[in-house]
């Protein structure tokens, strides 16, 4: 059986270092490939105030947070959660360094630990080299239904990165065989014009010249031409 959690975190700066905390996590399970309804999702307090430009991309704002749990009631929930799975994660950089500070802070493991990290954006930029590979723009070009993503939310966003992950991969499966597929026609279609010249080449041509009189007429149809 093959376990996959695509997992997503919402939070209030960029800089853990600076006192940034996560505000959100958002996870879902998927297996064989297959999304479940066992999904995680917590909303905590961070016990600080909440930027403008943070609440701006999530709509979480410090009041609504003050009566959620800390990170402290729910790490390890977390990573009963998660144990064992392989996490997919856009812009893994970003959030497994947070979740890692959060955990350290109760003396817990690193996610690392216990999973394997897929990053979906340095996936994306593999296939989609110089192109966007935001998570919208992603949704875009896969045919992923975002139009409910107003504003960032872990659980939502998760949601969208499994049908993108999903598309991503089995797209290029489809085209990779599509591929060989093709390749092989090709060869076979080489082999078969080779085989045909080859067959050609054997041919003996009879040749045909024209007779005395056959040349008269035609030169007497060139005349008609010199007036």
């Known amino acids: 059986m093959s376990r996959q959690i695509v997992l997503d975190t ?91 500070y959060e955990l350290a802070q109760m003396g817990l493991p690193p996610v690392t630990d216990r999973s394997e990290v897929i990053d979906t954006l340095k996936m994306a930029r593999e296939i989609y080299p110089g192109q966007r590979n935001t998570l919208d723009a992603l949704c875009r070009r896969l045919g992923v239904d975002n139009s409910r993503r107003e504003l960032h939310g872990a ?22 065989d599509a591929f060989e597929t093709a390749t092989h026609n090709q060869e076979t279609q080489s082999a078969k014009n080779a085989a045909l010249l080859a067959s050609n080449s054997q041919i003996k041509r009879r040749v045909c010249y024209a007779n005395e009189e056959e040349l008269t007429i035609h030169q007497a149809f060139l005349e008609k031409f010199k007036n």
């Open 155 to 176: 659980l939502l966003d998760s949601e969208l990165l499994a049908q993108v992950y999903l598309n991503m991969t089995g797209g290029q499966e489809s085209f990779f």
């Open 10 to 100: 919402e939070t209030t700066g960029f800089d853990y270092d600076k006192g940034d905390r996560i505000v959100e996590i958002g996870c879902i399970e998927m297996i064989n490939r297959e999304i479940t309804d066992n999904h995680f999702h917590v909303y905590i307090n961070p016990e600080r105030s909440m930027p403008i430009e943070a609440f701006n991309v999530h709509g979480l704002s410090e009041e609504f947070l003050s009566d959620k749990p800390l990170f402290a009631e729910v790490g390890q929930k977390f990573l009963d959660y998660i144990d064992g799975a392989d996490l997919i994660i856009h812009n893994a950089g970003f959030d497994v360094p947070f979740l890692n």
